[in-house]
């Protein structure tokens, strides 16, 4: 039941309260974000470098709201029911996976960023710290795509798989939307 | 005792054919369907009965079974479905 809740809170929790902890978590990206010297660059990518507070602000509401809108407007073709703010909180907590990462996908991009030019250089102890946080990082990745999954399904009921085929095809789309708005809009 | 809906054997919706009078005996043969609601399985009738019961409200029904708005407006909605294919069912027989 606890892992059920984990893995798809968006059936349990009040819209009021996946909203609330949604926001508290943007909050908290905000603060750390700087700290670890970390850019929301898209839905999934975060990139290390140096930016203003603003600046990461910006970053961070692009990276829920362009998916927010491209998947509402979606789930309204698929089921008119569909509240913006259930979609809203997929939005919101799909992201959460990656702001609690941040340390962790920072790390593993300066391991690779380090040894990058020369991969023989590599000592065996980087080898498997390189391993390890891949692999971490990829499961960040997939618990985020399995939090937006379950909270599109969720909100709209959707039960044919072209639907979900369409889900993934948007999902993608919002994010080179947002990396290119985040990179050609808001960092320069 | 449950009202047995579906049969057993080839999970087929059953009809009433025989009905008894508890105080004379006297028993009625016939082919009679099922009412629509009395078609559906019991957790769905309770569900039902447990929506009729907060006025309609799905918020209150979900905040009592521990659930979120729209998993209980999503339950309502396979339920109304479900119910639309019966009637359709039952008016063509």
């Known amino acids: ?55 990461h602000l910006l970053m961070l509401l692009s990276g829920t709201l362009v998916p927010f809108l491209l998947l509402f407007i979606m789930a309204l073709f698929i089921n008119k029911k569909t509240r913006w703010i259930d979609i809203l909180n997929t939005a919101l907590i799909a992201r959460i996976p990656c702001y609690v990462c941040i340390p962790l996908i920072i790390f593993a991009k300066k391991i690779f960023s380090v040894h ?22 990829l ?32 999902l993608i789309i919002a994010d080179i939307l947002t990396l290119i708005i985040n990179y050609h809009f808001i960092l320069p | 005792m449950k009202l047995p809906v579906s049969c057993p054997s080839c999970d087929n919706i059953l009809s009433v054919t025989l009905l008894k009078c508890n105080k004379c005996n006297t028993q009625v043969n016939g082919q009679y369907e099922l009412p629509v609601f009395l078609k559906l399985t019991n957790e769905e009738q309770s569900f039902v009965l447990d929506f009729f019961l907060t ?25 109304i479905a479900k119910l639309k294919q019966l009637q359709k069912e039952a008016k063509k027989k």
Do not use: C
């Open chain 1, 1 to 55: 039941m606890k892992l059920k809740k984990l893995f798809n809170p968006f059936a349990y929790f009040s819209e009021i309260t996946l909203l609330i902890i949604g926001i508290l978590f943007i909050i908290i990206a905000l603060f750390s974000s700087p700290f670890f010297n970390a850019l929301h660059t898209g839905i999934f990518q975060v990139a290390a470098g140096k930016t203003t507070s603003w600046k």
């Open chain 1, 116 to 137: 990058y030019n020369d991969p023989k250089a590599i000592p065996i102890s980087s080898w498997i710290n390189v391993i390890v946080f891949t692999m971490l990082n």
């Open chain 1, 139 to 170: 499961l960040v990745f997939a618990f985020s795509l399995v939090l937006y999954y379950n909270g599109f399904k969720t909100s709209t009921n959707a039960r044919k798989w072209e639907i979900y085929v369409l889900f993934f095809v948007v």
């Open chain 2, 55 to 79: 006025s309609g409200s799905i918020k209150e029904i979900a905040s009592q079974q521990g659930v979120s708005y729209p998993t209980m407006r999503n339950r309502m909605d396979d339920l």
